[in-house]
């Protein structure tokens, strides 16, 4: 039997025990004076009829007398192992050894996003760190978890290739890196999907197949090909190996940003990026405090928390278009279990105002967007104006929560935003943005009434110019009502600079004008 050095073992000692090791007639062992007394091993428990503890279950092992023993010594006092008096925790499920593993492997794939102070923390009163990992290849911070998942798989599944279906961050991340790892990557796609969408695919160097109607018609067709081929299905998960690499931002947001107070971290659609964050932060520092922030509209983890459990079915159908990867999302009991225990508060965004501002007319925007919408929105503005770069909502989500109001705790305190993604088609972002400006009250639309003589509509527009406010467009029609013969209505739709403005050309344009009026929802 190999020595195990004195410290790193439990001792069980059979016999009185004396101070000094000694016994009033030498030491004993099997009869023999002048022996040291014999060490039993834990292992070695079943040649003494004791009970042995194998993976938890319980084994009874039996000994076998083949003749009787020369000497009958006395029984040995029962001793009772060291394990029984001491509680042994169970594995975590992620380890931060896992994460750091993941982060050293990933160093020479993923680059290291900046975690910058932003020019925001001045009107919020706090220090605003933004980490931005929309600055990745594909525009999401999935990618450290694709990439050391990737990694991870045997020399044979990537010979076969992997699959993946439906139009998503994790999809993208999944077709650049196999591509640039060598394995081969097939992505079916529904034939809705647009045509810009599958034009990105194409030129990651993916194989791209369009089938069905629906994701879910995707999805099942792509089981069954991996199936067919050997092909590696791979969907986003609650694997250690996907929840590690997704944990890599917590390490690098400690080291980036010294005696950071909190970490804000958008959880819609991405929970593994909060539980693994969660478990890095954590780990280097329990005094930082862990946020999540999800939609109001789809508040799956505040849901599970209150329950206890994690929600299957949220009966909730939150907007395609603003929220991709939220759709048919789930939260895992892993996952669930991480954030549980690690993540200290979770809000859902919701509108902080009380007028419930919606200045907008019903043209401006064709989807119905719900109060936690707007804030993303504004928090998109936000960034193009102050950082100089495009999120989309869920990757402003962070943001969101601290324009909204929500976080009056982190006032005066170091706070780092986790800016998950910036997968946005082009017209999309250019609907969000006027969407946004009208909620901010820097776009306005009014209404009022003129007469006919010439030059009315001249002193109009040349008031507005004197106001510096944009025209960004106007109506005229002549009204055919008894009442209003011999006047014409005017619409026009005005920009103003910030929402100062806006109110002082409300009164200004009220006093000149008493018949104006207001087109607001």
């Known amino acids: 039997m190999p020595l195990v050095p004195k410290g790193d073992r439990e001792e069980l000692?059979?016999?009185?025990?004396?101070?000094?090791?000694?016994?009033?007639?030498?030491?004993?062992?099997?009869?023999?004076?002048?022996?040291?007394?014999?060490?039993?091993?834990?292992?070695?428990?079943?040649?003494?009829?004791?009970?042995?503890?194998?993976?938890?279950?319980?084994?009874?092992?039996?000994?076998?007398?083949?003749?009787?023993?020369?000497?009958r010594l006395m029984e040995p006092p029962k001793t009772r192992r060291v394990s029984?008096?001491?509680?042994?925790?169970?594995?975590?499920?992620?380890?931060?050894?896992?994460?750091?593993?993941?982060?050293?492997?990933?160093?020479?794939?993923?680059?290291?996003?900046?975690?910058?102070?932003?020019?925001?923390?001045?009107?919020?009163?706090?220090?605003?760190?933004l980490k931005k990992?929309?600055?990745?290849?594909?525009?999401?911070?999935?990618?450290?978890?694709?990439?050391?998942?990737?990694?991870?798989?045997?020399?044979?599944?990537?010979?076969?290739?992997?699959?993946?279906?439906?139009?998503c961050n994790f999809s993208m991340a999944v077709a650049h890196h196999a591509v640039e790892l060598k394995i081969p990557v097939f992505v079916i796609m529904p034939s809705g999907c647009s045509s810009p969408r599958l034009r990105v695919y194409r030129d990651y160097g993916a194989m791209v197949i369009s089938y069905g109607s629906t994701g879910q018609d995707s999805r099942s067709h792509a089981r069954h090909l991996a199936k067919e081929n050997g092909y590696l299905y791979l969907e986003e998960d609650e694997s250690e190996v996907y929840l590690a690499g997704l944990g890599t931002v917590g390490m690098e947001i400690v080291e980036q940003v010294p005696k950071v107070d909190a970490v804000v971290v958008p959880a819609a659609g991405q929970y593994g990026l909060l539980a693994g964050t969660a478990a890095a932060i954590k780990h280097l520092n329990s005094q930082i405090t862990v946020i999540g922030v999800e939609p109001e509209g789809f508040p799956l983890l505040l849901q599970s928390l209150k329950m206890d459990s994690p929600v299957k079915d949220m009966h909730s159908n939150p907007n395609k278009q603003l929220y991709r990867d939220l759709m048919e999302r789930s939260l895992g009991v892993h996952v669930f279990q991480l954030a549980k225990k690690l993540?200290?508060?979770?809000?859902?965004?919701?509108?902080?105002?009380s007028d419930s501002v919606f200045h907008a007319w019903s043209n401006c925007l064709r989807v119905f967007l719900s109060c936690s919408e707007e804030d993303s929105l504004v928090a998109m503005l936000r960034f193009q104006e102050f950082e100089r770069s495009t999120v989309d909502t869920e990757g402003a989500m962070g943001l969101a929560a601290i324009l909204a109001g929500q976080l009056p705790e982190l006032k005066g305190k170091k706070v780092a935003v986790v800016?998950?993604?910036?997968?946005?088609?082009?017209?999309?972002v250019r609907q969000c943005v006027d969407r946004a400006l009208v909620l901010d009250d820097r776009v306005s639309k009014f209404s009022v009434q003129l007469g006919e003589w010439p030059g009315d509509m001249a002193k109009l527009l040349d008031f507005l110019s004197r106001e510096d406010v944009r025209l960004l467009d106007i109506c005229h029609r002549t009204q055919s009502d008894r009442s209003d013969l011999f006047k014409s209505k005017v619409e026009c739709v005005v920009e103003t600079r910030d929402k100062s403005q806006s109110a002082q050309l409300r009164r200004t344009l009220s006093d000149r004008y008493p018949s104006i009026c207001w087109l607001d929802r």
């Open 343 to 353: 993540v200290d508060k979770v809000i859902s965004v919701r509108l902080a105002r």
């Open 133 to 167: 990992e929309h600055l990745h290849y594909t525009g999401s911070v999935k990618e450290r978890g694709v990439l050391y998942q990737l990694t991870c798989l045997t020399q044979e599944q990537q010979r076969k290739g992997v699959i993946v279906s439906t139009d």
């Open 419 to 428: 800016v998950s993604s910036a997968n946005m088609e082009l017209a999309l």
């Open 84 to 129: 029984e008096f001491r509680h042994t925790p169970k594995p975590q499920y992620l380890r931060f050894e896992d994460i750091s593993a993941a982060a050293f492997r990933l160093q020479t794939g993923i680059q290291k996003t900046p975690c910058t102070y932003s020019r925001l923390s001045k009107q919020y009163g706090m220090e605003i760190y």
């Open 13 to 71: 000692r059979l016999g009185p025990h004396h101070p000094g090791g000694s016994f009033p007639f030498g030491l004993l062992s099997n009869g023999t004076a002048g022996c040291r007394p014999t060490l039993i091993e834990p292992e070695r428990l079943k040649d003494f009829g004791e009970e042995h503890l194998v993976n938890g279950d319980v084994k009874v092992f039996e000994t076998k007398v083949v003749e009787a023993p020369e000497v």
